[in-house]
């Protein structure tokens, strides 16, 4: 389950390479989902991210190289690909992978704490389904009056 806090990836920014260090360190973006994965000092974080909001997902240990192990037994492999801006992650016994491309730095969503309360959850759940086919105005009156009638259901809920 995803945390409202990415402390691990507040400020960092893709580290140099060099001898010492796996050519695959650093931040990358996943295709698809606004998956972020943050690979540091033998661990492996991801984030879920949209612009608003940075959740901290869940991390694995580096088992070898490029080979990370999640505490289920999942062992994902990340390679680099052609020159070292792209990559790609695959989680052992899956039929496909998934392209990665790496970041300069963390996503802007990642550099502050995330928003509370009920209107800062329910953005993160909005954001997450994001139709594009709205303009911004047609999409900030959707999301306004979703807002409300999600308001009044739990407010029901509680009498």
């Not at 940075?54 to 037994?73: I, K």
């Not at 994902?76 to 992978?97: K, P, Q």
């Not at 954001?127 to 306004?144: C, G, K, L």
Request: with cysteine; glycine share 8%; net charge negative.
């Amino acid at each position: 389950m995803a945390t409202a806090a990415a402390p691990a990836l507040v400020g960092r920014t893709a580290p140099a390479v060099s001898a010492h260090q796996p050519t695959t360190d650093g931040i990358w973006r996943m295709d698809g989902y606004g998956t972020v994965l943050s690979l540091r000092d033998g661990t492996l974080r991801e984030y879920q991210t949209t612009t608003v909001i940075c959740l901290e997902g869940d991390s694995a240990q580096r088992t070898g190289p490029g080979t990370y192990t999640v505490p289920d037994g999942t062992v994902l492999t990340v390679r680099t690909r052609g020159d070292r801006d792209r990559g790609s992650l695959r989680a052992d016994g899956s039929v496909g992978e998934r392209s990665l491309r790496r970041l300069p730095k963390s996503p802007e969503a990642c550099a502050s704490p995330a928003p509370e309360g009920p209107l800062a959850a329910f953005d993160v759940f909005w954001q997450s389904f994001e139709e594009p086919v709205f303009t911004e105005e047609e999409f900030a009156e959707r999301r306004d009056s979703a807002f409300d009638r999600a308001l009044n259901v739990l407010r029901e809920a509680r009498r």
